[in-house]
């Protein structure tokens, strides 16, 4: 079974950029997280899919961040434009629904110049 | 909201000896407790769970015990070997389990 699949790997980008992450779940998973993990930090929740729908992005910083997850399967989280204190691992996990196993993908290492 | 502590941050082991993680969180309604190790540069991944009606859960060498009046949790390894090297990290989650709220996690060193 294929895990969960992230891209880009790294990404570096000088600050007032934009920058675009995107992830594709473990096929059949319905719902979709992404997390932000600062160095020596545990994953922080940004937004959390049911299908296509946001259902908490209560810790997204919705005035640079945005994400989408059209047709409820690959998903995309965008800054615009980018800051320093952006530079950390963009992690995307899936699970069957919400009350099962997350798994994650590699996640995309972000710095920001 | 709820809060997940974790000590201590880093641990030594000798290989062969057992180590020994804990987390205390602050919502008495949180449910769902899970041990995840991130290998350097690597994906965390999901080592052993919890859930709130069970005291206790064995996995080989992994083992994981609740208080719930206490609000803490703990993370046992038992017989360990370098691969055991990594991070740890707990978590909790309330009512829905698809929001966890991590600790700090705990860089094990295994030295043979």
């Known amino acids: 079974e294929a895990g969960v699949v992230q891209s880009p790997r790294y990404k570096i980008i000088e600050k007032k950029q934009p920058v675009a992450f995107w992830c594709n779940p473990i096929s059949g998973h319905n719902t979709l997280y992404w997390y932000l993990q600062n160095l020596g930090q545990g994953p922080e929740l940004l937004i959390r899919y049911e299908n296509e729908e946001a259902v908490d992005d209560s810790q997204l910083p919705k005035d640079r961040f945005s994400a989408e997850r059209l047709k409820g399967v690959d998903s995309t989280l965008k800054i615009q434009p980018a800051e320093l204190g952006d530079s950390a691992v963009y992690l995307c996990?899936?699970?069957?629904?919400?009350?099962?196993?997350?798994?994650f993908g590699p996640g995309t290492r972000l710095t920001v110049l | 909201g709820e809060n997940v502590e974790q000590h201590p941050s880093t641990l030594s082991v000798q290989e062969g000896d057992s180590a020994v993680i804990k987390c205390t969180y602050s919502d008495s309604a949180s449910n769902y407790f899970p041990w995840y190790k991130q290998e350097l540069g690597k994906r965390p991944q999901l080592i052993i769970d919890?859930?709130?009606?069970?005291g206790e859960k064995k996995d080989q060498r992994i083992a994981v015990t609740l208080n719930k009046t206490a609000k803490h949790f703990s993370l046992h390894i038992t017989e360990t070997q370098p691969e055991d090297s990594a991070v740890y990290f707990c978590?909790?989650?309330?009512?829905?389990?698809?929001?966890?709220?991590f600790g700090a996690g705990t860089q094990v060193v295994v030295t043979p």
């Open positions: 919890i859930r709130s009606n069970v």
């Open positions: 978590a909790a989650s309330t009512g829905s389990w698809g929001k966890l709220q």
């Open positions: 996990a899936s699970s069957l629904d919400r009350n099962n196993e997350q798994f």
